[in-house]
Structures are given as structure tokens and as C-alpha cells.
T-cell receptor, first 114, second 113 residues
Framework: SQQGEEDPQALSIQEGENATMNCSYK?????LQWYRQNSGRGLVHLILIRSNEREKHSGRLRVTLDTSKKSSSLLITASRAADTASYFCATPEGPTDSWGKLQFGAGTQVVVTP | NAGVMQNPRHLVRRRGQEARLRCSPMKGHSHVYWYRQLPEEGLKFMVYLQKENIIDESGMPKERFSAEFPKEGPSILRIQQVVRGDSAAYFC???????????FGDGTRLSIL
């Protein structure tokens, strides 16, 4: 079974709008990571949030983590057409501080129209 | 600094043939990971290797699949006697350590006729 599950499965917005997607997970985590995948390409690491952090920012990205609800959200502000991609959350499985085995959700497909 | 290089980008095999997928990690990275992605799904972990050692192969099918990361040369994911269900995108990632971010290649798309 999947550790992370993203919601919604798909999201269509216009340039300039904000995009929010959520990730729920099942077991305790050391950290949670968000990745982006453009069509036909590999994954690009966006941001990592540790279990003792509640919010983290990176440029137009804002990630929150609620360990009591076992959920995380990714917000992309002022979206651009270039943000069109699939977004995945991932959690490491294994010994503490080991990121060797990442478990991915099924992803949220985001389409940003001009 | 070149990223993770995977080749070939596309591979077509007939049922029963062997498939060899190659991955050259980023310079300075000694940890390699292989994942499989089916259409409309997230990536599924297969195996984690360090130079000449298999660290975690819990995601590898018990038969027909093997992986290596020799002292010299790329990491190889080998699938023997391929079947239609092996059709997928196979991604390789590398890192400098087991607790460092993973950098992904663009994958090999395997199609089985």
C-alpha cells in the first residue's frame, strides 16, 4: 500500500492563481519531501520538511506539515505555465535519518493555463 | 556537472529477451537507487546500492531482476526473460549518502512487444 497519497489527483488553474495540493501518509516519518516531474522527465527535488518543522518556504513554494494529522500540503503561489507538471510527496522508509528508500504517492497533475 | 545519466532512453524488447538498463550517477555520488513507474502512478522503490554492495533490495521482484553497481562503470538493472508486465519507466537516482537528497535521471522507458 502507498505511504503517501496526494489529493487532488488533478488540478487545473490559470496563471497567477495559487495551487494547493495535499499529501497524507500512514506511518511516522523523519522527513517528507516534495518532487516535481515534467512530462517524460525524471523527478526534481523541490523541498524537504523535517518532522520537527511545521512550515517551510522556498521561493514561490510553501510546505506545511501536520504530524498529528499525518498530512502535508504544498502551495505554489502566483503559478506560471512552467509549473505544469506532476507533483509527488515522498517519505523515507528505513532507519532514522536514512533516506535510502523513498515511498512516493500517486501524484497530483497540475495544469497551468496562460 | 553532468546529472544522472540513464541509457537508453527508450528500449524495446520482445517477450523472453533480456533488458539491460544503465545508470551513471552524478560525479561524486556513490549511492544509487532504482525505481519503477507505471503509467499514472508514483514511483515504486526497487533497490538501493552503494559501490559493489546491495544495501536494500526489498522492492525487487524475486525472480528475473538483478542489479549491480560495480567499482568501475555504471549501475546496471538487468531484467531477464521480460514479460509484458515489465513495461514501465525505470528511474535511477543517486546521492552522496543515505541521508542526502536523491537526484534523478530522465529514466528508461521499457516497452515489451
Amino acid at each position: 500500500s502507498q505511504q503517501g497519497e496526494e489529493d487532488p489527483q488533478a488540478l487545473s488553474i490559470q496563471e497567477g492563481e495559487n495551487a494547493t495540493m495535499n499529501c497524507s501518509y500512514k506511518t511516522s516519518i523523519n522527513n517528507l519531501q516534495w518532487y516535481r516531474q515534467n512530462s517524460g522527465r525524471g523527478l526534481v527535488h523541490l523541498i524537504l520538511i523535517r518532522s520537527n518543522e511545521r512550515e517551510k518556504h522556498s521561493g514561490r513554494l510553501r510546505v506545511t506539515l501536520d504530524t498529528s494529522k499525518k498530512s502535508s500540503s504544498l502551495l505554489i503561489t502566483a503559478s506560471r505555465a512552467a509549473d505544469t507538471a506532476s507533483y509527488f510527496c515522498a517519505t523515507p522508509e528505513g532507519p532514522t535519518d536514512s533516506w535510502g528508500k523513498l515511498q512516493f504517492g500517486a501524484g497530483t497533475q497540475v495544469v497551468v493555463t496562460p | 556537472n553532468a546529472g544522472v545519466m540513464q541509457n537508453p532512453r527508450h528500449l524495446v524488447r520482445r517477450r523472453g529477451q533480456e533488458a539491460r538498463l544503465r545508470c551513471s550517477p552524478m560525479k561524486g555520488h556513490s549511492h544509487v537507487y532504482w525505481y519503477r513507474q507505471l503509467p499514472e502512478e508514483g514511483l515504486k522503490f526497487m533497490v538501493y546500492l552503494q559501490k559493489e554492495n546491495i544495501i536494500d533490495e526489498s522492492g525487487m521482484p524475486k525472480e528475473r531482476f538483478s542489479a549491480e553497481f560495480p567499482k568501475e562503470g555504471p549501475s546496471i538493472l538487468r531484467i531477464q526473460q521480460v514479460v509484458r508486465g515489465d513495461s514501465a519507466a525505470y528511474f535511477c537516482a543517486s546521492s552522496t549518502g543515505g541521508n542526502q537528497p536523491q537526484h534523478f535521471g530522465d529514466g528508461t522507458r521499457l516497452s515489451i512487444l
